[in-house]
């Protein structure tokens, strides 16, 4: 049973415009919530995260928007490049567990030019 | 390279043999996860580390599953009697711990594929 449900499985989206993903969770213990960037032949790597006492975070072109109410949350990447084509998977985590992740399965974005 | 390392990149086995991973963390990280990877899907959590004390294993890990982190450094999963269901991507990440989330570094894995 996942416990955190990513949507949609794929994407493609032109150079310069937004990629936005959604991830929703059941379990309300979950108190991190992390973006992963994965490329073909390497690991996930930490692209940005959250925590739920903020409603939205913004590191350059990436923006996470939370929703605690709904138990939802998203990525907007925007201004998208080529570079960007790639896996990205959500996550939740709990206080006192936080490096043991509940990934989603995943969204891949493909970014044409 | 100062990142996590893991070897081999790429093991072939058949059904029924041993295989052991090894995972070399990043040398400050007190902490080591294993995740596993199948196809389509995100990493899942495995077992993890604080320095050489195994605090948690996830109820996939089967018996035929073990992982040692001997001295708080370097790790080793070993899987026995393998069998097709075991074919996956094995992940590595390892991190300093600490408040207010986690941030795991991972390694490229190991590719396990069992004949």
């Known amino acids: 049973q996942q416990q955190v449900k990513q949507s949609p499985q794929s994407l493609i989206v032109q150079k310069g415009g937004i990629s936005i993903i959604n991830c929703a969770y059941e379990?309300?213990?979950?108190?991190?919530f992390p973006w992963y960037q994965q490329f073909p032949g390497k690991g996930p790597a930490l692209l940005i995260a959250?925590?739920?006492?903020?409603s939205e975070k913004k590191e350059g072109r990436f923006t996470i928007s939370f929703n605690k109410s709904a138990k939802q949350f998203s990525l907007h990447i925007m201004d998208s490049q080529p570079g960007d084509s790639a896996t990205y998977f959500c996550a939740a985590s709990m206080m006192g567990s936080w490096g043991k992740l509940q990934f989603g399965a995943g969204t891949q974005v493909v970014v044409t030019p | 390279d100062t990142g996590v390392s893991q070897n081999p990149r790429h093991k072939i086995t058949k059904r029924g043999q041993n295989v052991t991973f090894r995972c070399d963390p990043i040398?400050?990280?007190?902490?080591l996860y294993w995740y596993r990877q199948t196809l389509g899907q995100g990493p899942e959590f495995l077992t993890y580390f604080q320095n050489e004390a195994q605090l948690e294993k996830s109820r996939l890990l089967s018996d035929r599953f073990s992982a040692e982190r001997p001295k708080g450094s370097f790790s080793t999963l070993e899987i026995q009697r393998t069998e097709q269901g075991d074919s996956a991507m094995y992940l590595c990440?390892?991190?300093?711990?600490?408040?207010?989330?986690?941030?795991?570094?991972f390694g490229s894995g190991t590719q396990l594929s069992v004949l």
């Open positions: 379990n309300t213990a979950f108190d991190y």
């Open positions: 990440a390892s991190s300093l711990g600490g408040g207010g989330g986690e941030k795991l570094f």
């Open positions: 959250i925590r739920p006492d903020v």
């Open positions: 040398s400050e990280h007190n902490r």
